[in-house]
């Protein structure tokens, strides 16, 4: 069912790997003519302009973009116990892995009497964003306001799309899931016109202020990252996001139902989801593709799934052992990894890029997703191999604090005088000599 790409003669150099490896088209220039407008209306108009997009994209306009809080109260009063019990666990798993990223002050003695700190600031406020399409993503809500929390972002808002279904609002399981962390902003607004109107704030329809924001992070469509790229600068980001990805890489001992199951799990999410198989053994691909056919027809989604893996994005890449193995996962850079070899743990370390690592046949790529407590905001399109995933750092900015003593700065200013000069950058010396009328070493 996958297509195959036989390696097994010898891997070309890294550039020549790349391009034979399946990958997704995503086309975000394609579309900026089409977001460029959507933003620059809700630059201009604000709300107004959000809730007509709204009505258009979405078909249908909420009576006001903020969500009222009864509404978030009732989401929760009204979700399913066993819904809610799960969320719990994503949340309070989620929690215990992302305190321990909270970084501390750190004070460094350069030179007697002189200091640099770096102290680590959240920053103020923040957007995030939890899509709509074809599911719903309260996991997604979990991901992206746990760790802000954790950092001490002090000013969280939420955005969803509105649904028709629900008289404009967002999805409840998003509400309530909003509500179990204790966030009490939640905007009913999506797409790119939601990344403008976090950019730019505005004047709700009631008189209530939306206040802007300073980072937008969470997944989206090709849309919402082309809105991110326009407005990237404005405000800060998390990623450029893409349809997801899974590889996995397997050897002979791997259990195909365990890898066709995991295989079918990302390619559910979107018809351009990405599946790769990684094998030195025909007979696992074989037997993979066999439990494909299989496991797609009984699946709910059996048309998105089944296009998401014969697309160009999907396929097997047959390598002559596992060594091989290492050197194109690190080339492709996924999403999501798994190992399932011999020796899993020793090879999950030896791998380079990507975005997370599940290791062994008892850690699938669905349990990040949800109750892992690890983040399942993560780098794509090959972007881990210089990224990361959402974390507490993403929320929170480095600043150092330079602190010297009269002695401890007349004992460089040499120095300092000298490189100014070399870099014809006098006044800088000045600002260094002008304090020591009397003279400096050189």
Not at 107 to 119: I, L, N, S
Request: glycine fraction near 10%.
């Amino acid at each position: 069912m996958l297509t195959r790409i036989d390696l097994r003669d010898g891997l070309p150099p890294t550039a020549a790997l790349r391009a034979l490896l399946p990958r997704a088209d995503v086309d975000v220039d394609a579309v900026l003519d089409r977001v460029r407008p959507i933003v620059a209306a809700v630059a201009e108009r604000g709300v107004e302009a959000a809730l007509e997009f709204a009505e258009r994209f979405d078909k249908v306009r909420p009576a006001t973009v903020r969500v009222p809080a009864g509404e978030l109260a009732r989401a929760l009063r009204e979700l399913d116990p066993a819904v809610r019990g799960a969320l719990q666990t994503s949340i309070d798993r989620a929690r215990l892995v992302h305190a321990d990223q909270r970084r501390e002050e750190v004070v460094t003695k350069v030179t007697d009497g002189g200091t640099v700190t770096e102290r680590f600031v959240p920053v103020r406020r923040v957007g995030l964003y939890a899509p709509g399409g074809l599911a719903v993503y309260p996991s997604s809500v979990v991901m992206n306001v746990v760790p802000a929390q954790a950092a001490g972002v002090e000013s969280l808002v939420v955005v969803s799309p509105p649904q028709s279904e629900f008289g404009g609002l967002p999805h409840p399981t998003i509400l309530a899931a909003a509500a179990m962390l204790d966030v009490d902003e939640v905007w009913a607004v999506g797409g790119a016109q939601a990344i403008a109107l976090l950019a730019y704030g505005g004047t709700d329809t009631d008189g209530a202020e939306l206040e802007p924001v300073d980072v937008v992070t969470g997944p989206g469509n090709v849309y919402t990252t082309a809105a991110k790229r326009l407005l990237r600068g404005m405000i800060g980001i998390d990623a450029e996001a893409g349809p997801t990805e899974i590889a996995i890489l397997a050897d002979a001992t791997a259990d195909p139902v365990h890898v066709a199951a995991d295989l079918i799990s990302q390619a559910e999410h979107d018809p351009s989801a990405a599946s790769v198989l990684v094998t030195d053994s025909e007979e696992l691909a074989a037997a993979v593709d066999a439990e494909l056919v299989t496991q797609v027809a009984a699946t709910k989604h059996t048309e998105r799934i089944g296009t998401a893996l014969t697309g160009r994005q999907s396929g097997t890449v047959l390598v002559a052992g596992v060594e091989d193995g290492i050197r194109v996962v690190d080339a492709y850079a996924a999403e999501h990894l798994e190992i399932q070899t011999v020796g899993a743990p020793e090879v999950a370390r030896r791998v380079r890029n990507a975005g997370a690592i599940f290791v062994g046949p008892w850690a699938p790529v669905s349990l990040g997703d949800y109750c892992a407590g690890s983040n399942h905001v993560l780098p794509t399109g090959g972007c881990a191999r210089h990224s990361g995933g959402l974390s507490v750092q993403t929320f929170l900015r480095g600043i150092h604090l330079i602190e010297y003593s009269e002695d401890a700065l007349r004992e460089v200013a040499g120095q300092v005088i000298t490189l100014a000069t070399a870099e014809d950058l006098p006044a800088h010396g000045q600002a260094v000599s002008a304090r020591f009328p009397g003279g400096v070493r050189g």
